[in-house]
C-alpha cells in the first residue's frame, strides 16, 4: 500500500459510465493534485454517504487545484447510474478488473455479503510529480476520512 512520499502506482481503467472511456493516472498528472478515493461498492449506504461528503466538498478541492475521481470495482453502468442518482459532479472509476485495488494493496473480500476482490475505502491524493502526499485508509469500511483534512491535504499538495 503506498504511503506517503511513495511513488503512486500508475493505472487504467473505464470511466465515463456508458461512453466507457479510458482513465489513465498519468493523464491527470501535473495538472494539479489528483484525489483518488477508492471505495467498496455503489449504492451501499456508506459508500453513498462518503460520496455525497465528497459532493459537498467538491468546490475547496477544485478550488485548490485538485481533481477527484472515486475508484471502485463497480461496473461503469453501475457507477453512471450511481453519480446520477446522487447528482455527483465528480468521475466513477470503474476497476472491474482490479488493477487499480491490487496496485494500492485495497482488495478485500465481505465474504457475508458475497463481496469479493473489492476496494477497501481509502483516500490518497498525489501530487504533480506523481508522489502520494496524503493516504487514508479505513480500518473499517464504514468508516469515512477526515474531510476537513482531505481538503488540506489537497491545498498543501
Known amino acids: ?11 487504467s481503467a473505464t470511466y465515463k459510465g456508458s461512453d466507457h472511456e479510458t482513465f489513465d493516472l498519468t493523464e491527470h498528472l ?11 461498492g455503489a449504492f451501499t449506504p456508506p459508500c453513498s454517504n462518503e460520496m455525497v461528503a465528497l459532493q459537498d466538498h467538491i468546490g475547496p478541492i477544485e478550488d485548490a487545484g485538485g481533481t477527484l475521481f472515486g475508484v471502485s470495482a463497480d461496473s461503469a453502468f453501475s ?11 465528480f468521475d466513477l472509476v470503474s476497476d472491474m478488473d482490479g488493477d487499480a485495488i491490487g496496485a494500492y494493496d485495497l482488495e478485500m473480500d465481505i465474504a457475508d455479503l458475497g463481496l469479493h476482490g473489492i476496494a477497501n475505502r481509502a483516500v490518497f491524493v498525489v501530487d504533480e510529480d506523481g508522489t502520494v502526499t496524503y493516504a487514508w485508509v479505513a480500518e473499517d469500511p464504514t468508516n469515512e476520512p477526515d474531510y476537513d483534512e482531505l481538503v488540506e491535504a489537497v491545498e498543501t499538495a
Open 1 to 11: 500500500m503506498p504511503s506517503v512520499g511513495d511513488t503512486a502506482p500508475t493505472f
Open 79 to 89: 457507477l453512471e447510474a450511481f453519480a446520477e442518482e446522487h447528482s455527483l459532479e
Open 30 to 40: 501535473g495538472d494539479g493534485p489528483v484525489v483518488l478515493a477508492f471505495f467498496p
